[in-house]
């Protein structure tokens, strides 16, 4: 007797859609939809957030659905992030920046498949943004996520125009395997301007205390 393995089906949106009357507007910040074996559906999104959604939220086209424009994000990097193991992640990763105008954030994300326990989100002063200075805001928060999503750590911090800062992210404790998977971009192209800000140099180690060619993808929410 020939047994069959259950599969995962992957299709894109308009196919998705292609059974539903009630789609009237494209999902333009969806990747990908995945048929998962109990039913749902896993969701990829633009900006590389993964979600779990019945048939009903993709049929009324209640997913990736974009935030009020006062939680709009900047993402410190340009969009070249690749995916790596765990390994050689170091005690903590950060990225440098030169705030081009003055804005206020309500949290920093890191996209990774982080092991749960306590993290710190560091922002420090900077010279010229190639070493971090002086602490300016540590918040220690325990984070956990799945792959693929953003970890997030509410912080409040008002950057100021023509300043230059570092912002970190590591585990509280001294831990060298605080992540499965990582996402990683080559800063060979810095300085680059990205929204607000002007990117300088990507760090690895505690308290940001070394320069690494390979900065993590990290994001701001921005605050109203």
């Not at 010279?127 to 799945?146: C, H, M, P, Y």
């Amino acid at each position: 007797m020939k047994t069959f393995k259950k599969c995962l089906i992957v299709f894109p949106v308009a196919l998705a859609l292609a059974s539903s009357a009630q789609a009237s507007r494209s999902l333009e910040d969806v990747v990908s939809i995945t048929a998962l074996p109990d039913g749902t559906f896993g969701v990829v999104c633009k900006d590389g957030s993964y979600e779990v959604a019945t048939q009903e939220m993709v049929k009324e086209e209640k997913v990736c659905e974009k935030e009020a424009p006062h939680h709009q994000h900047v993402k410190l990097g340009l969009d070249s992030f690749f995916e790596a193991s765990g390994a050689g992640v170091g005690q903590g990763r950060a990225t440098s920046f030169r705030a081009n105008t003055d804005f206020s954030i309500e949290s920093v994300s890191i996209k990774a498949e982080i092991i749960p326990q306590l993290f710190d989100v560091e922002i420090f002063s900077s010279d010229d943004g190639l070493s971090a200075k002086v602490l300016l805001l540590k918040i220690s928060r325990e984070a956990t996520a799945k792959k693929h999503l953003w970890n997030e750590i509410p912080i409040s911090y008002d950057f100021k125009a023509g300043k230059f800062y570092v912002v970190n992210w590591q585990p509280t404790k001294n831990d060298y395997n605080w992540a499965k998977t990582v996402f990683y971009e080559e800063n060979s192209l810095f300085p680059a301007e990205v929204g607000p800000v002007t990117l300088i140099s990507g760090f690895s180690g505690k308290e940001a205390s070394g320069k690494n060619i390979y900065h993590p993808p990290l994001r701001l929410k921005l605050a109203e």
